[in-house]
């Protein structure tokens, strides 16, 4: 009897001319999200995902496969030849390990890919039912409402099992396009990325620092967070930026109390030519109404204008605390509450302005060379594949 973990995905996955596409990124992700904890063999059939494990290993490795996507249930499945005889024992095998505490009720819920096996669904149901009864003084049956399934997938060979876990819902990542994330030190954009994944996006982030100004540990802050959101969104790429020249030519030559305005204009247009570059189709922010002096409707509008393409923000209409909730959830609070200083905070005027007008900013934008200042910035870029 082998023990494995057997993962089927949700039901979008299955349709469409992408299927292949999505089952072969899936199968990626999960494969980096397990690779610490080992396990020997993956292969697919009829639609699901199989990897053979060491059972004691089975808590670890669904805590991680959790994180993906698109998964409809984890099962913790036993593999043995298909006769009735093997069945029914690893049948009795899960209920002896997991069930022997006290009494429960149970029904057995057969799909019979393999057509040619002898007994078809409802007949193995009720004799391996009648197996378990007599074996078991614990059990009866309830058809309606079980404490327990006893699943029986007959294929190649006969998978049996009693112990599923809900998968996170979301759609598998890459089947609603590629964006960039802007990826701050702080609670709210990981959250932003997270939940763009969640819905299939497939994520990936540039990161803008002013080294010497902030320190390296603020940049790497933001690599190790882009790690930690790598559980949820899969592989992808970090891009990071140095703004400490734009941030000096703003402070000389503009109204400093416009400089959140000014650099996160800088921040747009940088991504631009990266979504160009790489054909990502929509940048995503971790902005929430109201929350800062930048991110009051004014701010958002005079910013957004810098932008080329759609700019999604998840969190625009969540509560502070809600969003901290999700940091918590998914791991990345304690990473992004370590304090560093970032760009904004170390440039931060004392008095922004919290309704500037785009006439205005235009204005003082002219004041620098807003083309050499991108290009120069975007030659100090570094690529992390994460
Ligand atoms: P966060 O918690 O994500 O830092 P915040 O509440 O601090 O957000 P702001 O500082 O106004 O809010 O930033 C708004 C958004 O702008 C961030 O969520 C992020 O998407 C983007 N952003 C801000 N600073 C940077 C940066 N240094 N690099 C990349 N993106 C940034
Ligand atoms: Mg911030």
Do not use: W
């Not at 614990?138 to 190649?156: A, E, G, Q, R």
């Not at 497939?202 to 802050?221: D, E, I, L, R």
């Not at 170390?346 to 500037?356: L, N, Y």
């Amino acid at each position: 009897m082998e023990s494995l973990l057997a993962i089927s995905f949700g039901e979008l996955f299955l349709k469409g001319a992408n299927r292949k596409y999505f089952f072969d990124n899936a199968r990626k992700h999960i494969l980096a999200n397990i690779k610490n904890i080992g396990y020997e063999d993956t292969y697919v059939e009829s639609a699901k995902l199989y990897i053979k494990a060491d059972e004691n290993k089975f808590d670890a490795l669904v805590k991680e496969i959790e994180k993906v996507f698109g998964i409809a249930y984890i099962d913790e499945v036993y593999k043995v030849n298909k006769n009735i005889d093997d069945i029914f024992q690893a049948a009795k095998y899960t209920i002896n390990k997991d069930y022997k505490d006290k009494n429960y009720t149970f029904k057995v819920e057969t799909t019979r890919v393999d057509k040619s096996f002898e007994y078809d669904s409802p007949k193995l149901n009720a004799h391996l039912g009648d197996l378990l009864l007599d074996e078991f003084k614990n059990l009866s049956v309830d058809i309606h409402n079980p404490d327990i399934k006893v699943y029986v997938d007959i294929k190649n060979n006969a998978y049996v099992y009693t112990k599923r876990h809900k998968g996170l819902g979301g759609l598998p990542i890459g089947s609603s396009g590629e964006g960039l994330l802007l990826l701050s030190g702080g609670i709210d954009s990981p959250v932003a990325g997270f939940m763009m994944a969640k819905r299939g996006m497939m994520v990936n982030a540039v990161h803008f620092h002013s080294y010497p100004f902030t320190s390296k540990q603020a940049h790497q802050k933001a690599e190790d967070l882009a790690r930690l959101m790598s559980q949820y969104t899969g592989p992808l790429k970090v891009f990071s930026i140095n703004l400490a020249n734009i941030y000096k030519e703003i402070a000389t030559n503009c109204d400093r109390r416009e400089t959140t305005i000014l650099s996160r204009r800088f921040m747009m247009r940088i991504s631009n030519k990266l979504a160009d570059k790489y054909g990502f189709k929509a940048f995503i922010t971790g902005e929430s109404l109201g929350q800062v002096a930048s991110q009051t409707l004014e701010s958002i509008s005079v910013i957004e204008d810098s932008a080329n393409y759609p700019i999604l923000r998840p969190l625009i209409g969540l509560d502070k605390q809600d969003i901290i909730n999700t940091a918590i959830d998914i791991g990345t609070y304690d990473k992004s509450i370590e304090a560093y200083d970032d760009c904004c905070s170390i440039f931060a005027p004392d008095k922004p302005v919290t309704k500037p007008k785009l006439k205005y900013i235009e204005r003082s934008e002219e004041n620098l060379n807003i083309e050499r200042l991108v290009d120069e910035a975007l030659e100090t870029i570094e690529i992390i594949e994460i």
